[in-house]
């Protein structure tokens, strides 16, 4: 619930923006449309931007290299819940 209230806000928010960045009055004609060619504009510019940050994330290196030389221990033994019979 908080997440798609968040969502909505942040809509409504990027709303706000584009009409009082570009001095929009929606009750014309011809700027509602000018304020729709931007709006949509806008929400394609998140998604391709979010695809690309996200693109991005998938492909990084998240663990580092495994060095030969150093010994790994077993996972068994780096827990605290592990007991030696």
Known sequence: MK??????EFILIGTL?????NN?????????AKFTTLYYGWLGSLVSQGSQISGY???????????ETSKAKPAE?????????
């Open 3 to 8: 997440t798609a209230l968040l969502l909505i």
């Open 17 to 21: 923006f584009i009409v009082s960045n």
């Open 24 to 32: 929009l009055h929606l009750n014309i004609k011809e700027e509602r």
């Open 57 to 67: 994330v998938i492909k990084s290196q998240w663990l580092p290299p495994l060095n």
């Open 77 to 85: 033994e780096d827990s605290f819940l592990y007991v030696r019979h």
